[in-house]
């Protein structure tokens, strides 16, 4: 089976009562420890507005990450293209991949928040469009073309990048939530998709038709997809047990949920939760509930149902929210390092067989320690120095300790 890449997707955080400027160094904080911790990736994204999406230039936050970490992928979550001139996202795409050693990967959207496109006073009718003509110049661009195009919203003359990427072929992907629009781009241009509608039951049982409008778009335009390059974002928190798990998450899933989700962003059919527990309840094991509070073995089998509901994907993202407090949400992303990520790409496997084959196949490893026996007797001193030895666990953890108790009664 194939490797299952792990990463993690910054999600909005509450800001009331606490300094941004240590938020953002908390965030880097996480970014480190998820490096040291063997995580795949790390994503965040570009805000204006809301109160609660905090980071306007994903660019800025990735470099500065990119001091902090030695092998983590660090990657734009996205940049919402129709905010900028093509141009000046390919150069800040270019830059930050030399300056993190060629770990950038570059993420587009739309635009995720309509007050940012109102704030900007663009249509919200043409975000698409113009993300898609974007992609199709800064790829252009990154191949080291020199381009001259007329747009009705931005210009180029005899444009090429003086310095392109330091990587040979920059990751791209897309951003893709129930619509078509975003796996159609995906497969328009055969780049990567991160689908973040998983979050909810709605887009999570579309995935399987999802990657089928990336499969078409592809077959149209005479690209490929790939699923390796598909990624899949999951909400989770995990714990030694559920029980504390939940009492971990419950009181800021609530405010997360009845705050943004329902007081700021007011997202249709989104209900204010009455208390904690029913927060934890609906999120996570009511009908249609997709993410998982709970243990390893709860979030091994929720990515398992996802991976066998979808057709299979490149690499799960957690998303990296504020439901428990920072000491238990850097413990989650630790748990899932040690316990998840190794069980759901086999890393055990080979070490439970080991331990089997010793434990069922006896016949040999008394015949060694038949052999020991025979060095020992074979030295008077020795024979009997053995009788006196009283702890059977001197030896630690050889499989050929004598039998010290037979040892005795032979001895009688």
């Known amino acids: 089976m194939p490797r299952l890449g792990f990463g993690a997707f910054l999600a909005p955080h509450h800001p009331i009562g606490e300094h941004p400027m240590l938020q953002f160094r908390r965030d880097l904080d996480l970014v480190e420890h998820l490096d040291k911790l063997g995580y795949d990736e790390f994503w965040c994204g570009e ?32 940049v919402s293209l129709p905010y900028h001139h093509p141009f000046n996202v390919a150069q800040r795409m270019v830059q930050l991949d030399h300056m993190t050693g060629g770990r950038a990967i570059f993420g587009s959207g739309p635009g ?24 199709g110049i800064i790829r252009r661009l990154f191949r080291g073309e020199r381009i001259t195009h007329r747009s009705d919203w931005f210009d180029l003359n005899d444009a090429a990048l003086q310095l392109l990427p330091l990587q040979e072929e920059m990751p791209f992907a897309v951003a ?3 619509s078509p629009s975003g796996m159609t781009l995906a497969g328009k241009h055969g780049i990567g998709i991160i689908s973040i509608g998983s979050l909810s039951s709605e887009g999570l049982n579309a995935l399987p038709t999802q990657w089928g409008f990336a499969e078409a778009a592809a077959a149209r335009h005479g ?20 029980e504390k798990a939940r009492a971990e998450a419950r009181d ?13 962003l007011q997202r249709p059919g989104a209900k204010p939760f009455k208390d904690p527990d029913e927060a934890v309840d609906k999120t996570a094991f009511g009908p249609g509930a997709v993410a998982t509070i709970g243990t390893p073995d709860d979030l091994v089998a929720r990515i398992k149902e996802v991976l066998a509901i979808s057709g299979g994907f490149g690499t799960v ?3 990296v929210h504020d439901w428990a407090n920072p000491e238990n949400t850097f413990r989650s992303w630790d748990m899932v390092a040690r316990y998840v990520v190794p069980e759901i790409n086999g890393y055990l496997a080979g070490l439970r067989r080991s331990r089997e084959f010793v434990a069922a196949n006896r016949e040999y490893f008394d015949r060694a320690r038949e052999a020991v026996m025979a060095k020992i007797t ?10 006196m030895t009283k702890s059977q666990y001197l030896a630690a953890s050889a499989s050929n300790v004598p039998d010290f108790d037979k040892v005795k009664a032979d001895a009688k």
């Open 317 to 319: 993202v957690g998303f």
């Open 112 to 135: 995720a928040l309509a007050s940012d496109a109102h704030t900007l006073g663009i249509d919200p009718m043409l975000l698409r469009d113009r993300q898609d003509e974007a992609i």
């Open 223 to 242: 690209t490929t997809v790939d699923r390796k390059n598909w990624r899949v974002l999951l909400s989770w928190h995990i714990a030694e047990t559920r």
């Open 47 to 78: 805000h204006h507005s809301s109160g609660w999406e905090m980071i306007a230039s994903p660019e800025m936050f990735l470099a500065a990450a990119g001091e902090r970490t030695k092998r983590i992928m660090l990657a734009t979550g996205v």
């Open 176 to 178: 893709s939530q129930i």
């Open 378 to 387: 074979e030295n008077a001193t020795a024979a009997e120095a053995l009788k």
């Open 252 to 264: 800021g899933l609530l405010r997360h949920h009845n705050e943004y989700i329902a007081g700021t």
